[in-house]
């Protein structure tokens, strides 16, 4: 359902410039267990299935969690206060050590990174995608706002 929802959110809000990234992951519950090469296949055929095809960039699968986390991971964790403090039972659904407060939660958790490249929210997995982009739109208006605000600033000068 997920990768639907990001599909739209994509479609929807392109000309804003937004741009989605996937990092599939194998560490929540052993969910993506295929190889880089048969991820589109899996998504296609099986999950969501119905030739589903996404529009957003797919990077190669890896850590986001660990002593093997991509720097990215690192990047907008310790960018972005932790969301919740609780791993449900972690008990054979998560696959990496050491876990940290801090860790991404599940698959899906999302991240907001601004024009500038700093991260700005983090959501838990969860979270419906239509308030993920409420909250996205509400970010972009602050931004413009901001702007229009610099330009009245430096006109006035």
């Keep these: 359902m997920q990768y639907l929802e990001l599909n739209a959110l994509q479609d929807e809000l ?12 194998n560490q929540f519950g052993l969910q993506e267990p295929g190889r880089n090469d048969e ?6 055929c099986v999950r969501p299935g119905g030739n589903f095809v996404p529009n957003f960039h797919l990077f190669q699968k890896g850590d986001v969690n660990g002593q093997n986390e991509q720097k990215i991971y690192t990047f907008l964790k310790n ?13 054979n ?11 991404v939660k599940w698959n899906f958790e999302k991240f ?21 982009k409420r909250d996205i739109l509400s970010y972009m208006k602050l931004q413009k706002e901001t702007e229009r605000l610099l330009m009245l600033g430096r006109e006035q000068k």
């Design 112 to 132: 907001l990174v601004g024009p500038d490249g700093r991260p700005v929210r983090r959501w838990l997995s969860r979270t419906p995608v239509s308030q993920v």
């Design 93 to 103: 659904r998560l696959f990496w050590t050491p876990i940290k407060v801090n860790d």
């Design 14 to 25: 392109r000309d804003s410039e937004l741009v989605i990234l996937g990092f599939p992951c």
């Design 39 to 44: 991820i589109l296949n899996g998504l296609k």
């Design 79 to 91: 960018s972005c206060p932790p969301i919740g403090n609780s791993f449900g039972n972690a008990v």
